[in-house]
């Protein structure tokens, strides 16, 4: 997304989260965003094994905080249209969605992150 302006609210996809934020610089093939909400909570495990456990390491990941800034290539920004939401209430959203879908089907990989998504829960959030 190369239209966008400073200032402007939009969504855009960081590592493997999904985050609301503000646009405060345009650097270049890059945007620098402010984070104002959460919109898919990033993948537990590794990235570059999904769906493995074994002989690999399982990453923890927490969501980035409220006004942390991500440098984000523009390809991974879109508009955001709606209202937004409150970064508590849109963390607290993701990680619901993210534990029912790994709740859904018993694998080692979805036991494994849904007990590092609780222990970020209990630790972090």
Same mark, same amino acid.
């Given at each position: 997304? @190369?239209? @966008?302006?400073?200032?402007? !609210?939009?969504? &855009?996809?960081?590592? =493997?989260?999904? *985050? !609301?934020?503000?646009? !405060?610089?345009?650097? +270049?093939?890059?945007?620098? !965003?402010?984070? $104002?909400?959460?919109?898919?909570? %990033?993948?537990? +495990?590794?990235?570059?094994? %999904?769906?493995?456990?074994?002989?690999?390491?399982?990453?923890?990941?927490?969501?980035?905080?409220?006004?942390?800034?991500?440098?984000?290539?523009? /390809? &991974?920004?879109? /508009?955001?249209?709606?209202?937004? /939401?409150?970064?508590? @209430?849109?963390?607290?959203? =993701?990680?619901?969605?993210?534990?029912?879908?790994? &709740?859904?089907?018993? @694998? %080692?990989?979805?036991?494994? &992150? $849904?007990?590092? $998504?609780?222990? $970020?829960?209990?630790?972090? *959030?």
């Amino acid at each position: 997304m @190369t239209d @966008t302006q400073i200032g402007k !609210i939009v969504r &855009a996809h960081y590592n =493997s989260g999904i *985050y !609301i934020g503000e646009v !405060i610089e345009d650097r +270049g093939d890059r945007f620098l !965003i402010k984070v $104002l909400a959460v919109h898919k909570h %990033p993948m537990q +495990g590794d990235l570059h094994n %999904p769906g493995k456990v074994e002989d690999v390491f399982f990453h923890e990941r927490k969501a980035l905080a409220y006004n942390e800034k991500m440098n984000v290539a523009k /390809p &991974a920004v879109h /508009p955001f249209e709606g209202e937004l /939401p409150s970064y508590k @209430t849109s963390l607290e959203k =993701s990680v619901n969605k993210l534990k029912d879908k790994l &709740a859904y089907k018993d @694998t %080692p990989f979805n036991k494994k &992150a $849904l007990k590092t $998504l609780e222990e $970020l829960e209990e630790k972090h *959030y």
